[in-house]
């Protein structure tokens, strides 16, 4: 008998407003292991925010939240920043190294967070990413490709279940862009980890199993059908 491997990522319901602003209506998902799903949308469709709350960089109005068979949603804030270091990676469009850190202790700060501080692994994923040789360097001297290539690097190290990436190419040229997604996407499926990519970029959206089209806080698959 083999016991069903929950997803990496399911979001049920989510609704979440800013004020009188309602920018999610109800989007539910879910990504599963070494499965890499891409979220398209015009801008102001509520991509960045549906990100930050499956991080749970925020919390939903309504809904839940599962990371790996856990709720995230009901953590509070200290026990959700606990729990996302070992379960959940983030890359956004800037690539949020700290740049008093070497490359090396960058990649080793979400396994610090889950007490599992393995630099054999860091160095691994440096490799893996083609940045051998450039632990020691600090973000400041390395271009905007290799920054986020570093960034790729750090969302992988504590072997979350799913990586979140909102824009993570956005402000590269198209071919570091195209590059930085391959290694993203490749890392990620070695790793077993699912993805959820939000991008505007067709060719992003490439990369992935399915696509997910946001339009106006709703999955545009999911809205109902009228005869
Ligand atoms: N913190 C916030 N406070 C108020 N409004 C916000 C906030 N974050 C996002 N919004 C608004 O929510 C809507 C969706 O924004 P966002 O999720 O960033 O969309 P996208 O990433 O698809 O461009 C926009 O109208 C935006 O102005
Ligand atoms: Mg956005």
Known sequence: MTLAVPPALEALDLRHSFGALTVLH???LQVRP?????????????????LHLLGGLDVPDEGQIWWAGERADTLDTQARAVRRAGRVGLV??????????SVLDNVLIPMRLVGQSDSARAHA????????GREATFPDVLSGGERQRVAVARALASGP????ADEPTGSLDRANATNVAALLVALAREEGAGVLLVTHD????GYADRVLHLLDGRFTDELPVYG
Do not use: I, M, N
């Open 202 to 205: 067709d060719r992003l959206a």
């Open 161 to 164: 279940a799913v990586v979140l």
């Open 92 to 101: 956004f469009q800037h690539h949020y190294l700290l740049e008093d850190l």
């Open 26 to 28: 109800g989007v539910s």
């Open 34 to 50: 070494g499965e890499v799903v891409a979220v398209t949308g015009p801008s102001g469709s509520g991509k960045s925010t549906l």
């Open 125 to 132: 994923l440096l490799a893996r990413v083609g940045l051998s």
